[in-house]
């Protein structure tokens, strides 16, 4: 998955971000200093989705100057199509791999995503790889729906965060996508399910991991095996209450969710895990749900996050409140 790449810079603006040469030098002179951006793609996953297919297009940055577009294909209009499932927690796969761009300030940066409504995406496609040129959600039943984001087809996915490219360095920054926010509605008789993105484009030298094992009584409980429920943890801002998320986002809606998953080790024991991954150095509450009502304990407990470190936080019969 790391054809070759290019990028176009469509015009250049004097005393902009980019240095164009003045009177009396030359252009080896006044070349411009350049870096290096590698962007990856991960995700917290959903329950009951086998596939969660999304197509990327293109990439563009803004700085002073002209937009900068590149291209994760060869071929510009060609796309890289992913599956989110597989790149959970703390794991990403690169969609820009070291790609020189001029070093600089850059104001925000755009995902070219395919996930238009009535597009089809997943129409005729099977088997554990996603497939085709559109985004869609193929479901554990094995229904496959077509994936749209609202005004997607104009904007995008727009991080207006900024990011820095160091001159001569390599700047890594992770897209993470967070598939319990995103995708609210149930999959119904409509074709089209709506992808309304929730994501955070992180710097990785900025984040750290959260991880933890949580008791096989509270993973196995009887609420987390009805349907559309599942064990998972929430990961809230400090000073806020582990609540439910509202059916538009909220400012005390959780930062972060992850899908609990059972583990076998080699030794033919079983644990119950989670892990989040890219999350920014700071105080956390994080709590364990089986429905996204109900929280253990009521009040979540605390989590510090350091940057490229891992945070450990159990999940026990004893968080349990009586």
Request: aromatic content about 8%.
């Amino acid at each position: 998955m790391n054809p070759k790449r290019t990028y176009k810079i469509f015009a250049l603006v004097a005393g902009g971000l980019f240095g164009i040469a003045g009177c009396g030098g030359s252009s080896s002179d006044q070349a411009e200093a350049t870096g290096f951006l590698t962007l990856g793609i991960s995700d917290g996953a959903i329950h009951d989705a086998d596939k969660i297919c999304i197509a990327f297009d293109e990439v563009e940055l803004k700085g002073q100057g002209a937009p900068i577009m590149i291209y994760p294909t060869e071929n510009p209009g060609d796309v890289v199509i992913i599956n989110l499932l597989d790149f959970q927690g703390a794991n990403a796969v690169p969609l820009l791999f070291n790609e020189e761009i001029p070093a600089g300030e850059y104001n925000w940066l755009r995902l070219g995503v395919n996930a238009d409504r009535d597009s089809m995406g997943g129409t005729g496609t099977g088997g554990d790889t996603c497939a085709g040129n559109h985004s869609y959600i193929q479901m554990a039943d094995g229904m496959t729906y077509n994936l749209y984001i609202p005004s997607g087809e104009e904007s995008g996915l727009k991080f207006v965060n900024g990011i820095t490219i160091p001159a001569n360095r390599t700047a890594t920054y992770t897209a993470e996508f967070d598939l319990m926010l995103s995708i609210r509605d149930k999959p119904g008789p409509d074709p089209d399910v709506r992808l309304r993105p929730t994501v955070r484009l992180v710097n990785d030298i900025e984040v750290g991991t959260l991880t933890g094992m949580v008791d096989k009584t509270l993973a196995t409980d009887s609420v987390c095996q009805e349907a559309g429920n599942g064990p998972s943890v929430y990961v809230f801002d400090d000073g806020i209450t582990p609540n439910s998320m509202d059916v538009d986002p909220a400012v005390d809606d959780p930062i972060a969710t992850a899908m609990v998953e059972e583990q076998m080790h080699d030794d033919g024991t079983t644990t119950w895990n989670y892990t989040v991954g890219f999350l920014l150095a700071g105080e956390y509450e994080v709590a364990f749900t089986c429905d996204g009502q109900t929280f253990v304990p009521t009040a979540g407990k605390p989590a510090t996050i350091v940057a490229e470190e891992l945070e450990t936080v159990p999940f026990t019969i004893d968080d349990i409140e009586p």
